[in-house]
């Protein structure tokens, strides 16, 4: 099965960048030569989408072949034992939580950890071979999705979590809403998630193609994450580059809007500015740039003015002329873009708009709605 738009804003806009041609699962390993002839391949094609930058594969194998009998087994690998040790710790000393629950938990690796730390916990993972390797261990660990039934069910047993966290798993769902929904269910509405997801930045800055297979479905930097976590209600607090699995972004996230963003998150998306992983749009900087001459070019973006200053410099280097920028302020971060913008329009006054450009389908209503004649920029029905 193959998806027709973006896993993240759901656009239509997507474009192919890297056709590695037909390929084997990387955890299809055969039993001998006789059985080469019957190995299955699957497309492997990336794509990127044009509204928020998203970098994701399309073509979606059946979970039940892909984790069914998987074969990766976490504990065997020393240096992810002694990864997940240390981010146990971390966690501790940052968050204190006093119940994790963890989806994509493998074979409990993270999850001894915190016995260890004296950290009440539960794991969730498809993988039924892998999840037996966990139960003889002594764990508390579903076989199943982490949906929000499952989510309910841990709940019921054990009460709301203090913190959710899921370790290069969130990146292998066709549907992060699903997580995201389920975390909600399951979080005291001051509680954290935390993910760390591949690293698309590393991606591109070390060379790191072997990561790409059917299992990865999508590889995030922090703004593509940030823009999806705040379409379900989360907003990042923390951030930083790790060096699992050849390089990873660690995130922390919160429902609690009053939590401030650390300098972390400030840092990398000026750098993921600096490196151009959030492409400009040309034809519209153009258009910006000859209107400028007779108009005051006011810039209004969803975004989180966490990022002010990373917006300024992305301007500046783009070569945008402008003369007011506007970004969304800590205390509407779950306010709907077409909302948050009639509030700025009213501010500002309609007459005082001789036109609009922007994308977003609901955004682009609400201007016309007002009268006012507006450029619809790219396909943005999300």
Not at 337 to 356: C, H, P, S, T
Request: charged share 25%; hydrophobic share 40%; net charge negative.
């Amino acid at each position: 099965m193959k998806r027709k738009e973006c896993r993240a804003c759901k656009s239509k806009n997507l474009k192919l960048f890297l056709d590695l041609g037909k390929m084997p699962l990387a955890g299809g390993f055969l039993k001998g030569l006789d059985a080469m002839p019957f190995e299955k391949v699957y497309p492997l094609q990336v794509y990127v989408c044009q509204e928020c930058s998203l970098v994701q594969i399309l073509e979606i194998i059946d979970p039940e072949i892909l984790f069914q009998d998987y074969s990766f087994s976490s504990s065997t690998v020393k240096p992810l034992i002694q990864h997940f040790k240390e981010y146990a710790i971390w966690l501790k000393t940052k968050y204190n939580p006093k119940f994790v629950v963890e989806f994509g938990c493998n074979d409990g690796v993270l999850l001894k950890q915190f016995e260890h730390l004296g950290i009440k916990n539960c794991g969730i993972d498809v993988s039924e071979n892998i999840t037996e390797i966990a139960r003889n261990d002594g764990l508390d660990v579903i076989t199943g999705y982490f949906d929000e039934p499952t989510a309910e069910l841990i709940k019921k047993r054990l009460g709301l979590a203090d913190l959710v966290t899921g370790s290069n798993a969130f990146a292998h769902n066709d549907q992060p809403e699903i997580i995201l929904k389920a975390a909600k269910r399951i979080l005291n509405p001051d509680g954290y998630l935390c993910l760390e997801v591949m690293y698309v930045g590393d991606l591109l800055e070390l060379l790191q193609w072997d990561t790409l297979y059917h299992e990865h479905l999508t590889f995030y930097c922090l703004s593509t994450l940030s823009a999806l976590l705040n379409r379900h209600g989360f907003h990042v607090i923390d951030a930083e580059l790790i060096t699992m699995h050849g390089g990873s972004l660690r995130v922390v996230a919160t429902q609690d809007s009053q939590k401030q963003a650390n300098t972390s998150v400030s840092e990398i998306l000026a750098y993921e500015k600096e490196k151009d992983l959030d492409d400009p749009n040309t034809p519209v900087i153009t258009m910006a740039n000859l209107l400028s001459s007779k108009y005051r070019i006011w810039i209004l973006s969803g975004r989180s003015d966490v990022t002010h200053q990373a917006t300024v410099d992305w301007l500046a280097k783009n070569g945008v002329d402008y003369d007011h920028l506007v970004m969304r302020p800590q205390n509407h971060l779950y306010m709907p873009d077409n909302d948050l913008k009639q509030m700025w329009l009213d501010n500002i006054g309609k007459d005082n708009v001789a036109m609009v450009f922007d994308d977003r389908q609901q955004v682009v209503d609400m201007w016309r709605k007002n009268g006012l004649t507006t450029f619809q920029v790219a396909d943005g029905d999300f």
